[in-house]
């Protein structure tokens, strides 16, 4: 079946824009993540969600980033008034569940934002 | 701080051989541990898994050693091939929640 699908791929922006980063789970999945990965970094982790609901924003880096579930099924990462070190591949995963540790994650392939 | 720690940044293996992948990790609350694999431009892909309950789980060539009380684990390829080449992230989690903790990642090169 089809995988977590995420768009677009590439984003190149300007200092200051707003972006939209859309993320298709695997379907069926009610648990969705977004992650980042920083240039030499590790995976970092953004906002899950269960469901529409958000119960875990932590990984949230600042105010300007914000995220949302619609229909149990696609989300969407919005990044406000965009600055360089935003620049990042931010990457999707979906699980069957949440709560047991058990419900392997698989990610979809990234987006990679470029802030100038 | 870095709660999951891979001090490896890269690996060479010749084909054939073992590749052994190492992680560290400071929280205690860790209860399951993963990894994955990266190729460049695609999603990290989930490789084998072992709850803390277990200190080995062991899936075709790849086999993950756990050892609690050092808070280390291990991540053993044999026989190495160069289709293994990719970065292995290790990644923990634990508590009340799910989310994953990763590590910095290790560059893996199997030459044939």
């Known amino acids: 079946g089809a995988g977590v699908s995420q768009s677009p791929s590439n984003k190149v922006t300007e200092k200051g824009k707003d972006v939209e980063l859309r993320c298709d789970p695997i379907?069926?999945?009610?648990?969705l993540y977004w992650y980042r990965q920083s240039l030499g970094q590790g995976l970092e982790f953004l906002i899950y969600f269960q469901g529409n609901s958000a119960p875990d924003k932590s990984g949230l880096p600042s105010d300007r980033f914000s995220a949302e579930r619609t229909g149990g099924s696609v989300s969407t990462l919005t990044i406000q008034r965009t600055q360089q070190e935003d620049s990042a591949v931010y990457l999707c995963?979906?699980?069957?569940?949440?709560?047991?540790?058990?419900?392997?994650?698989?990610f979809g392939p990234g987006t990679r934002l470029t802030v100038l | 701080d870095q709660q999951v720690k891979q001090n490896s940044p890269s690996l060479s293996v010749q084909e054939g051989r073992i590749s052994i992948l190492n992680c560290d990790y400071t929280?205690?609350?860790?209860?399951?541990f993963l990894w994955y694999k990266k190729y460049p431009a695609e999603g990290p892909t989930f490789l084998i898994s072992?709850?803390?309950?277990?200190d080995k789980n062991e899936d075709g060539r790849f086999t993950v050693f756990l050892n609690k009380s050092a808070k280390h684990l291990s991540l053993h390829i044999v026989p190495s091939q160069p289709g293994d080449s990719a970065v292995y992230f290790c990644?923990?989690?634990?508590?009340?929640?799910?989310?994953?903790?990763f590590g910095t990642g290790t560059l893996l090169a199997v030459q044939p």
């Open positions: 990644a923990a989690t634990g508590g009340a929640t799910n989310k994953l903790i």
């Open positions: 995963a979906s699980s069957l569940a949440y709560g047991l540790a058990e419900y392997t994650q698989y």
């Open positions: 379907s069926g999945h009610t648990a």
């Open positions: 929280n205690s609350m860790f209860d399951y």
């Open positions: 072992i709850s803390s309950i277990k």
